[in-house]
């Protein structure tokens, strides 16, 4: 039950997020919960693997390379989810930050 509120906030925080920052559209309610799982099951898997073989360059740049696996992470939900969209890197970084803020105070709400 825990699992499926954090996917309906996480939903709700992607789908004000590309409200908030142009050049993101998320076209429905359903694609938002489409989004929130796909980014979910992409953070859960695929980051971690990531985030292990770029620990040299991490490491160089003091961590802020962490925010390019996240903009990598939001353009592969964008390719995988159909009515998701994500026109440019700056877009990315903005609505993966502005989720992030968002889905905590949902969190701390909620």
């Given amino acids: ?19 908030i920052v142009p050049g993101v559209t998320i076209s429905d309610a359903k694609t938002a919960i489409l989004v929130a799982l796909v980014l979910a099951l992409l953070n859960a898997f695929l980051k971690p693997i990531l985030v292990a073989l770029t620990i040299p360059i991490t490491i160089i740049t003091l961590g802020l390379f962490l925010l390019v696996i996240n903009i990598l992470i939001v353009f592969l939900a964008a390719r995988l989810v159909p009515g998701f969209q994500v026109d440019g890197w700056v877009a990315a970084l903005l609505f993966s930050l502005i989720v992030a803020l968002i889905s905590w105070i949902l969190d701390r709400v909620f």
């Fill in 1 to 19: 039950m825990g699992l499926l509120i954090r996917i309906l906030l996480t939903a709700l925080a992607a789908y004000l997020a590309a409200m």
